[in-house]
């Protein structure tokens, strides 16, 4: 139920039950329930940020915290990569892609689009499972 509605499906499933259980009220109450506490915690954890971004312990932590976050991401991409990347016709995609993206700098989501409709054209004369 709460992927049928736009946005994310925690809150969506919240607004849905809060309804079912209160109507208007209670999904107002499901919402600022899941939404508030996040937002106060990054609007205090940004403020602080603001104020206190020079402090070198700060720039250590967040340092380490950059360098933990591209290693994350690397290893998704790896992973990722392993499932998806077993055609010359995908791997092509991505290369232009990461091109695109790293040399000019093009928009992310106009790349998305991009490589969603060359994806399309591609296998367009391809049969339902992916056979020629």
Known sequence: MGQLTPGAPVVNTGIFIGYRLNKLRGALATVVGQVLPSFVIILTLSYLYI????IAVLKA???G???AVVGLLSSVVYSMS???LKEYKSILIAIIAFQCLAVFRLNPIALIIAAGIAGLL???GEGRNGNP
């Open 82 to 84: 392993g499932k998806l």
């Open 61 to 63: 932590v967040l340092k």
């Open 65 to 67: 915290i950059g360098a």
């Open 51 to 54: 104020k206190y971004k020079e």
């Open 122 to 124: 591609i296998s367009r």
